[in-house]
């Protein structure tokens, strides 16, 4: 296989929202990668912080939220130093985004045409309606819709179409990375696959790097080459696809694989509850964050926090028992769920 | 424009064939309940029966109600309107054909006025949401919504009028210039225009300025909240996001796209603002003296004058409807939801 390239560097990324009860540490020392042209899975439970990271990645989080610390290193340049103006132009050219709602994610007075062009000039002012018109045809038959669609306003549109109105709107600006966040979890089945096999021949087509947030593990099975596993705002397992599905190794990770209905494990009797609630992160647990559910957790769980560890080359794993530690030999606790 | 929207629009029209009956119907008669006629209110308390008789004969206020009712009816369908009980008895249509003019030409820079105002400094509060200056509009708001219009009207007055009187206190037109002043349209700019009447035109629009800025002022305090209200929530939604993950500037998000889809709910607003609007004007035109239908209705009204009166909020209703279905129109074309 040819040597991957390195597209963004998250590095101890954390993210808090100021709320009422207190802060919610939604996202807390974050690191991953995302490389040229791949197809990455993002997926945890509900609350986990996934919508945060994907809106940290483009400094996107609103108040009461705030990016507490650390580096997004886009192309070799801190995205954590741009100003402004330097932010608003990496929106939109470098990453783009997805939502989950193709119902609202369009402006429901503005044609699809109007929203190409606009984007394009946006930021590229020195081009010409004319031209950006022939661009945004290109790239709606590209997206296998038909041209009269330009002149439809969002609500002509059925949901499949406007998400890949949506797609297009980032294509159009050779965007580097996509993020789509639950972008076909409001579709219908059909579609929705229909979608996924369409962001795989994008990726093909255009070598764009997409981050794909959802927690539809089978999606993520089906269209990712690598998956970042999320727990209450911790990264806690990351690898390629094939050996995560046939080996999952920290805990969190199989008890997810295992609640999910149709991917095999070796020893599934019947569908897998996870016991337990996902934590508050107003107060999360101390230790490894997943400890109070954790099938498997010993005395420093509770404790210690684990590292983010290279367990094999690619491969990373945020749990004590693929680490060695003086404190570690102790009786395994019980946990009720 | 669809065949569904125009069969809307022709519904509309329709509707407000009874909705407008209703209320003159409903004016017809209470008119006639309340205390005093025109005969009194005319001839003085004292004067005699027979002199009373003759004026009600002549008036046909003799005639049964019936036949004054199904009368004034068909006065408004043929749209004659009928002549006037009191001060000369003149033809309805003339003398609203004098006053309606004035009324306009004093709500179009009000409402202009206020649209502008309201619209853009509700837009800018959104923009700065809970920063100082989002509080100081809101506050501006507030006291401007609470201040009745006769007083700050009289405010003005003072203060431009008296202490630093560079604006005249009252009317439409210097009564010098009024003497030789020759009215087509009795919208005393246009005018003046028309004639290339100077002096005059310098003297409408200076007489224009304290009633609608006073007029405009009042409304603006709505509009402001309003908008403001609509566009926070706007700018909250997932289009303003997605527009902001694609790079484009805060500055178009607000201006263009939400506020674009905020003057929906606006628009439906100053369509039923527009109620309130005349209401103002009266208050307006009597503060300042112009002569309007405002304060034609409040005169009227005193002198129950009946078919002056009636005819009047007939032309009022058919005004708000109107301006209703135009703004129905409005929508249509700024929400493509509805023209497709
Ligand atoms: N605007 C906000 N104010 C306060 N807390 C927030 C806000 N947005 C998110 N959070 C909190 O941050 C945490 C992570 O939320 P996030 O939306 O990123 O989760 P998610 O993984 O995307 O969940 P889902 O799968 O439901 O979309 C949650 O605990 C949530 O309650
Ligand atoms: S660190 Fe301990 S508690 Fe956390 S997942 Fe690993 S075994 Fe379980
Ligand atoms: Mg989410």
Redesign the interface.
Known sequence: MEEKQLLAQIRNLSVEYKTRLGQVSAVDGVSFDIYKGEILGLVGESGCGKSTMGKALMRMIQPPGKITDGQIIFQGEDIMTYDDNQMRDFRGRKVSMIFQDPMTSLNPTQRVDEHIIEAIQVHESQTKTEEALTRAEKMIRKLGMQRRRMNSYPHQLSGGMRQRVMVGLGLVLNADLIVADEATTSLDVIVEAQLADQLKDIREEFGVSLLVITHNIALVAEISDRIVVMYAGHVMEIADVEPIFDNPLHPYTRGLLKSIPNIKLVDTEELYKMPGEPPNLTHPPSGCRFHPRCPRAMPICKTYEPDLEEVSSGRFVKCWLYIDHPEKESETIKVEA | MSSSLRRFLITRILLTIPMVLILVTLIFFVMRVLPGDPIRSQLGPRVSEEQANVLRERLGLNRPLYVQYFDFLWDMVTLDFGTALTQGERPIKDELGERLPATIELTIPAITITALLGILSGAFAAKNRKKPIDYAIRLMSIAIYSIPIFFMGLLFQIVFSVRIPILPLSGRMDTLLLTQFESITNFYVIDSILTGNWPALKSAIGHLIMPSITLGLALTGVFVRLTRVNMIEMLQ???I?????????ER?LVYK?AL??TFIPILTLLGLQFAILLAGAVLTETTFSWPGVGRYLVDRIELRDYTAVQATIAVFALFVAAISLLMDILYAF????IR?
């Open positions: 939604s997932d289009f996001t997605a527009g902001r993950a694609r790079g484009i500037p178009r796209h674009r889809n700024i929400d493509p939801r497709y």
